[in-house]
């Protein structure tokens, strides 16, 4: 995963090599592409377009006109307080009450009962995400500005903007560094003196724009009428080179942000910085350097412009070297996984080709590669202390889409599902540290809600974790699976690091307070089968009755059995846990089996009583499959059929009929397409992933075209690594759910369960390549996706041998050498 020092000193030299070249064609007359980003020739005329860069803490994104151009600034903590949280509806001691209405059909009901319990008068969001301020760039031109073109660099996350006038070329850079903590711009000409420009910090203003999402009229109002209701007070002030701002948020609590200060320092060389109200006026300039940093302010009668200020005086003032401090961290991580299916000479279009370029007929396999790497780096980018929202570390207004929050039930998963296959695991421990904050109010959901000990994950949270998310008609209270979904990330982590520690201090405490939970909640049936009642399959009503409150829903069992087996697994590993391991085991033989419907299909609640809406835009009974095949679905034909069925049902109904319209749903149908081993099926997730789902800007969208959003940024990545890398604690698979459409190609720096790298796999027709290496001694299984005539050790101490099975081989791994493999398969006839 991690270089070694002298890697990590080459990378560096690279690194620096390359800004240096990159600086010696800075200002050519045509933007050069990026090795791994993009080049665009259409400004953005809202924020949903503009480019976007960030070090998980602090975001930018670049949009406007080269000569009035805004960045919005937004931090991973601007969580805008709405009030003091309020707790939990106190359900559990008459949780009877609500169970005896389900077992007798009256499942509204059940779901009104529950939420007069709250004293809600309706659905709360947490505190919602929103930007911090503006940063007004007006610059002057000599004649009309032309021949504009703007890039993003994912390799060092620079963003970059160059026009021409009369007099020459000009371009602004930013990036977000990770080395400094704040953001860099540089503002530079193709001669001496030529940089005029205006500098000015605001307040957000969205009302100019139109939002893809939402073209009516009042959506800039209502942003501009919650501005007025959520911040009290806004002082800007311009002194010499520096601008600065501090807004008071009028609904602060105790314990949640009280306002945010943000600081510009402008430096710049030759000509002159004057002051002008509440602006700084550049003149005559040869280049100007521009720091910017925002903080959340927690005590309100405290500043901290000061301290800013005092960092920002002991910053270089080169700003090549600045971008190669950030650079070599930030390229360390993004570099470790690289995609290549072909897409050649096809790098070189701008993005908006490549858009109009693709189809479902022949998707564009450079737009694939690219989006690939969009995909990573929009996820790494927003992911610092916390984890990434809805719309990752980027806002544009104070009314976000469903707050722009972290949604358990299925967006912030997809999100997060590449992180540790993506080489990325320590982005994960902003998730499960997160997870780890929330505890007590998810112990505070189990107690009121249910009447149970352990622990209750809501179906979305920013600032707290108490569950809000009910009302008369949405039974978002009775999610159960929230907690086990979060335990498989956290074991996740462990099995792909082997960080031992991490495994007794965070991963099984938090899966034992999970497990805790289903010890209460569950009771048994008159067939000795335990009833999960009440819940919700998320966001999805029976056909056959008009509520969400519900049982036995599909995804929760799936996710109950996942956890328990997961528990008796790490308990055995640290010998710990034995007075449990028997309980959890018993628990394991009372779990309701999975069922199948007369249509075929497995069913979403595992009950004769209620009828599934298969044409629901979720597709949470697929849980089991979404991260792997569970032992019961890999030893049954039956079961592997009748979830193919689901998804091809869907598939059917919503895309190929073109009603489709919600991303992170169809990663989930690509995620549990690959665990089948269905290549076909999964490329054609894939195929509307890529064509549907993604902006100008390479950012992507919750619907069609519309809506910025992160959950593709994360899902799709893992769609496309599961196609050509699986793993398990003991096993890899290559290649299990290739694409006809991909005859040849190559992924590098996969990382696997079992702390083993696929450094490099590369596949043409019948034949496999393969570079890996293991942090560890061990003796693995080697599955391929066809029959096996002949295989060899290229390099490498590694011993590979033939076993009962044809698809398999069994694979000796010495500790940190890497080892080639050259894998011959038979033709399959199926494929």
Avoid at 271 to 293: C, K, R
Wanted: net charge negative; glycine share 8%.
């Amino acid at each position: 995963m991690m270089f070694e020092k002298t890697a990590v000193l080459c990378y560096t030299l690279i690194i620096f090599t390359f800004i240096l070249t990159s600086y010696s064609s800075a200002l050519a007359k045509d933007l050069p592409v990026p090795q791994r980003g993009f080049i665009s020739t259409d400004p953005a005329d809202n924020w949903e377009y503009g480019l976007i860069s960030g070090n998980g803490t602090l975001g930018a994104n670049v949009f406007g006109q080269p000569l009035d151009e805004t960045v919005v600034f937004t931090h991973e903590r601007l969580f805008m307080p709405q009030g003091a949280p309020t707790m939990p509806p106190a359900n559990g001691q008459r949780l009877f009450e609500i169970r005896n209405l389900i077992d007798r059909g009256l499942y509204k009901q059940a779901t009104e009962l529950a939420f007069n319990f709250s004293g809600q008068d309706g659905f709360m969001y947490p505190d919602p995400f929103v930007p911090a301020f503006d940063f007004k760039i007006k610059m002057e031109s000599k004649g009309d500005a032309k021949e504009y073109m703007r890039s993003l660099d994912f390799q060092t996350g620079q963003s970059t903007v160059q026009w021409s006038d009369d007099r020459g070329t000009f371009q602004r850079h930013l990036f977000v560094s990770r080395a400094d903590g704040l953001a860099v711009m540089q503002i530079s000409g193709s001669g001496k003196g030529l940089i005029n420009c205006r500098l000015e910090l605001m307040p957000r203003n969205p009302s100019p724009e139109l939002l893809s999402w939402n073209r009516k009229k009042d959506q800039a109002e209502r942003s501009a009428k919650a501005f007025k209701e959520y911040v009290s007070n806004v002082k800007i002030t311009a002194e010499q080179s520096t601008l600065t701002i501090r807004e008071d948020f009028a609904l602060a609590y105790p314990g949640s942000i009280h306002g945010l200060e943000g600081v510009a320092k402008v430096i710049a060389t030759n000509g002159t910085i004057t002051v002008n109200g509440q602006e700084l006026v550049i003149a005559d300039a040869d280049e100007v350097l521009i720091y910017i940093d925002v903080e959340m302010v927690y005590d309100p009668d405290q500043t901290v412009i000061s301290k800013i200020k005092r960092q920002m005086d002991g910053l270089s003032k080169d700003y090549a070297t600045l971008l190669n401090r950030h650079a070599i961290i930030h390229g360390e991580i993004f570099n470790r996984v690289k995609l290549d299916i072909g897409g050649d000479s096809d790098h070189n279009l701008t993005s908006e080709e490549l858009l109009s370029k693709t189809s479902n007929e022949k998707v564009n396999k450079a737009l694939i590669e690219k989006l690939f790497d969009a995909g990573r780096y929009n996820i790494l980018s927003s992911t610092g202390e916390l984890p990434p929202t809805l719309q990752g570390l980027w806002a544009g207004t104070y009314v976000p889409g469903w707050a722009s929050d972290y949604t358990h039930n299925g967006n912030l998963p997809s999100a997060i599902s590449s992180i540790l296959m993506g080489n990325m695991p320590e982005l994960m421990l902003a998730y499960t540290s997160y997870m780890e904050s929330i505890v007590p109010y998810m112990e505070i959901n189990a107690k009121n809600i249910f009447n149970a000990r352990g622990i209750v994950l809501p179906s979305r949270s920013t600032t707290h974790g108490f569950n809000n998310a009910l009302a008369n008609k949405f039974a978002g209270g009775f999610w159960v699976a929230g907690a086990p979904w979060a335990s498989h990330y956290f074991y996740d982590y462990y099995l792909h690091t082997g960080d031992k520690k991490f495994l007794v201090e965070h991963a099984l405490p938090f899966m034992e307070k999970t497990g805790l939970f289903f010890e209460d909640y569950l009771y048994e049936g008159n067939d000795g089968k335990y009833i999960f009642s009440p819940t919700q399959s998320p966001e999805n009503t029976p056909i056959n009755t008009n509520s969400q409150g519900s049982f036995n829903a599909t995804m929760d069992v799936a996710a109950a059995k996942e956890l328990l087996i997961s528990l008796i697994a790490a308990s055995e590993e640290l010998n710990v846990n034995q007075d449990k391991i028997p309980v959890w085991k018993a628990m394991l033989k009372k779990m309701p089996p999975y069922m199948i419907s007369s249509e075929g299909m497995v069913k979403e609640w595992l009950t004769s009583k209620l009828d599934d809406n298969n044409n629901h835009r979720h597709a949470s009974h697929l849980y089991p499959l979404y991260d792997g095949v569970p032992e019961e679905i890999a030893n049954s034909p039956e079961l592997q059929k009748a979830f193919k069925n689901i998804i091809e049902y869907k598939l059917n109904e919503h895309w190929r009929k073109g009603s489709g319209y919600m991303s992170f749903g169809l990663v989930q149908l690509g995620q549990a397409a690959t665990g089948l081993g269905e290549s076909e099926l999964a490329y054609y997730c894939l195929t509307h992933l890529v064509n549907r789902f993604w902006l100008n800007n390479l950012a992507s969208t919750h619907n069609h075209k519309q809506l910025f959003n992160m959950d593709v940024s994360g899902g799709m990545p893992s769609v496309i690594i599961k196609m050509l890398v699986a793993s398990e604690a003991g096993k890899v698979q290559l290649i299990p759910a290739l694409p006809k459409d991909w005859p040849v190609g190559t992924i590098e720096g996969v990382l696997c369960r079992g702390q083993i790298e696929v450094k490099s796999l590369q596949w043409s027709k019948g034949k496999v390549l393969a570079k890996l290496v293991s942090a560890k001694d061990q003796t693995i299984t080697l599955e391929m996706p066809s029959e096996i005539s002949s295989y060899s050790v290229k390099n490498g101490n590694a011993k590979l041998n033939k076993t009962d099975n044809k698809y398999r081989l069994k694979l000796s791994l010495p500790a940190g050498k890497e080892v080639s493999l050259e894998i011959i398969m038979l033709p399959d006839q199926n494929r």
